[in-house]
C-alpha cells in the first residue's frame, strides 16, 4: 500500500499562483510514477500532470501546459505541482495519485489515489 497526503490548495485570484505537493508514504519503492489530476463539479476527473519516477518522463495536459510544471523529490517521495497564471476554469480538486506499473502515465489507471485538495480561483 501507498499512502498519499496533498497539501497546498486554497482560495486565488485568477493569474495567481499555487505549489501543491503530495508526499507519499508506505510502499514508495513499487512506484513507477506519480500524477496530479483534477475533478471540477459536474465533470468527470481528469489528467493534469505527472512524472515517472525512475525515467524523468513528464506529461502535461494540454489545458496547464506552459502555465504548470510538475517535479518530483525522490528522496522524499514527494511531487510537487506549481501552478501559475491561474484562471477560473482551473478551480477543482486535485488528487495525487501513483502508478505501480507503466509505461502509460498519462491514463486515469493509478493504483492509489490522495483525498484531494481544493483549489478555488476566482475571476
Known amino acids: 500500500q501507498v499512502q498519499l497526503v496533498e497539501s497546498g490548495g486554497g482560495l486565488v485570484q485568477a493569474g495567481d499562483s499555487l505549489r501543491l505537493s503530495c508526499a507519499a508514504s508506505?510502499?514508495?519503492?513499487?512506484?513507477?510514477?506519480m500524477g496530479w489530476f483534477r475533478q471540477a463539479p459536474g465533470k468527470e476527473r481528469e489528467f493534469v500532470a505527472a512524472?515517472?519516477?525512475?525515467?524523468?518522463?513528464?506529461a502535461y495536459a494540454d489545458s496547464v501546459k506552459g502555465r504548470f510544471t510538475v517535479n518530483g523529490d525522490n528522496a522524499k517521495n514527494t511531487v510537487y505541482l506549481q501552478m501559475n497564471s491561474l484562471k477560473p476554469e482551473d478551480t477543482a480538486v486535485y488528487y495525487c495519485?501513483?502508478?505501480?506499473?507503466?509505461?502509460?502515465?498519462?491514463?486515469?489507471?493509478?493504483?492509489?489515489w490522495g483525498q484531494g485538495t481544493q483549489v478555488t480561483v476566482s475571476s
Open positions: 512524472i515517472s519516477w525512475s525515467g524523468g518522463r513528464i
Open positions: 495519485a501513483v502508478k505501480r506499473v507503466g509505461p502509460g502515465i498519462t491514463s486515469r489507471e493509478y493504483d492509489y
Open positions: 508506505g510502499r514508495t519503492f513499487s512506484m513507477y510514477a
